[in-house]
Structures are given as structure tokens and as C-alpha cells.
């Protein structure tokens, strides 16, 4: 099956990263599902108009686990990742179409101290105890970057 590339850049998470555990092949594993919106701008002046792009995308393993942990409603990325057609069928055996997208990387673009400053206002306590030792993505990263705040 083909698999076409997506970027989103500089986008902003419209609530917080959903993540839960989900039975895999060797037992459990991490999903995480976030809302990563993204401003498109077309023509000038008086012309102007502004888009709005909102994407779902999946996140897997440590990938998602430290999204969860990190990054929350506001807050800002790069996301890099693939969309594929997805086919499968429901309860009663229908045919179900749809879209998925999955992040291959994800970079983080806001500073330690605006990190910190969101979670203490959103109420979600101190930040994590540790920071992630793993290259911004779970897969192939092109420079293995560290979060910006970690």
C-alpha cells in the first residue's frame, strides 16, 4: 500500500494529546491521539484570506507516552508524518473507509519555560521527573534532536 507524506508546520494543539494503552503483538502499547491545527495564508492586502488545516494524528509507543507528557492544549510543533487509506470492516461486517494519519516526527518548538508555564496554568502539576533520552521521533530521525524543551 502507498503512503503519501504530510507536513504540518508550525501548528498548535487545538486540546490535550488523548493517550491510551492498546493490546499489540508483544502486549501493550501506547497510542496517543492529538488535534494539531495549522494556519494556511493566500493572497494580500484586502484579499487575504486565512485557512485553518486541523489534522488527528496517531502517535505510537515512547513517541506517544512522551507527547503525553509533554506537550499539551497550545502547545507548538512541527509534525512530519504519512496518510494512508485504511479499509477494514465494523461489527457487522460493512465495508469501512477512512483516513489515517500517523506522525513519523514531531519536533518540539516551544522553550522549557513556556512548557512549564502552560502545564502550571492548565493545572496539570509539575513537569515529568524525567526527560526523554530518545530522539524526537520513534523512527528514522533525520538529525536525532531532542525535544526543544527537554
Known amino acids: 500500500m502507498t ?10 494543539l ?16 501506547a497510542k496517543a491521539v492529538l488535534l494539531a491545527i495549522s494556519n494556511q495564508h ?3 492586502g484586502e484579499d487575504r484570506e486565512e485557512m485553518a488545516t ?16 509533554y ?17 477494514y470492516q465494523d461489527n457487522e461486517g460493512g465495508d469501512v473507509y477512512a483516513l489515517t494519519f500517523t ?8 522553550s522549557r519555560a513556556e512548557a512549564e508555564a502552560r502545564r502550571a496554568r492548565d ?3 509539575d513537569a515529568p521527573a524525567a526527560t526523554p533520552n530518545t530522539p524526537s521521533s520513534n523512527s ?11
Open 3 to 12: 503512503h503519501v507524506q504530510v507536513i504540518q508546520r508550525h501548528a498548535h
Open 14 to 29: 487545538a486540546g490535550a494529546v488523548k493517550l491510551e494503552f492498546v493490546k499489540g503483538r508483544e502486549g501493550k502499547v
Open 42 to 44: 493566500r493572497g494580500s
Open 54 to 69: 486541523a489534522i488527528h494524528w496517531t502517535l505510537w509507543a515512547k513517541q506517544a507516552e512522551h507527547a503525553a507528557a
Open 71 to 87: 506537550l499539551g492544549k497550545g502547545s507548538h510543533v512541527n509534525i512530519v508524518g504519512r496518510l494512508r487509506n485504511n479499509i
Open 103 to 110: 506522525v513519523d516526527e514531531i519536533d518540539y518548538l516551544d
Open 123 to 125: 493545572g496539570a502539576g
Open 140 to 150: 528514522k530521525a533525520r538529525s536525532g534532536r531532542q525535544p526543544a524543551h527537554a
